[in-house]
Nanobody, 127 residues
Framework: QVQLVESGGGLVQTGGSLRLSCAASGRSISAYAMGWFRQAPGKERVFVATINWTGGRIYYADSVKDRFTISRDNAKNTVYLQMNSLKPEDTGVYYC????????????????????WGQGTQVTVSS
């Protein structure tokens, strides 16, 4: 079992920055692909970014490209999401997720392929 705990959310003005962290416990995530998703009020949970086990393959949703950066530190069992130039439409609960890398062929951009999820951290961007 992998337990995931997100942190770093908060209230920020348009154009501001936040850095989210996802701390894993229970197992090393070095063999896991990791993803970030977000869910706005009344909407479905959607893909934001994913990183493979080595950090060598990264994919972003078009809506966050060039503004967000996903990274990982396997030694610290932690994944990060640096969010810059935030917009009101980035508001939502941000979730971290994990899936064993060996089970993934294509980049895991679908929430349905992930095995483990955190409880989420709220990000609110004011206009």
């Amino acid at each position: 079992q992998v337990q995931l705990v997100e942190s770093g959310g908060g209230l920020v003005q348009t154009g501001g920055s936040l850095r989210l962290s996802c701390a894993a416990s229970g197992r090393s995530i070095s063999a896991y692909a990791m993803g970030w998703f977000r869910q706005a009020p009344g909407k479905e949970r959607v893909f934001v970014a994913t990183i493979n086990w080595t950090g060598g393959r990264i994919y972003y949703a078009d809506s966050v490209k060039d503004r967000f950066t996903i990274s990982r530190d396997n030694a610290k069992n932690t994944v990060y999401l640096q969010m810059n130039s935030l917009k009101p439409e980035d508001t939502g609960v941000y979730y971290c997720a994990a899936v064993p890398q060996v089970r993934i062929g294509l980049p895991p951009t679908s929430l349905h392929v992930y095995d483990y999820w955190g409880q989420g951290t709220q990000v609110t961007v004011s206009s």
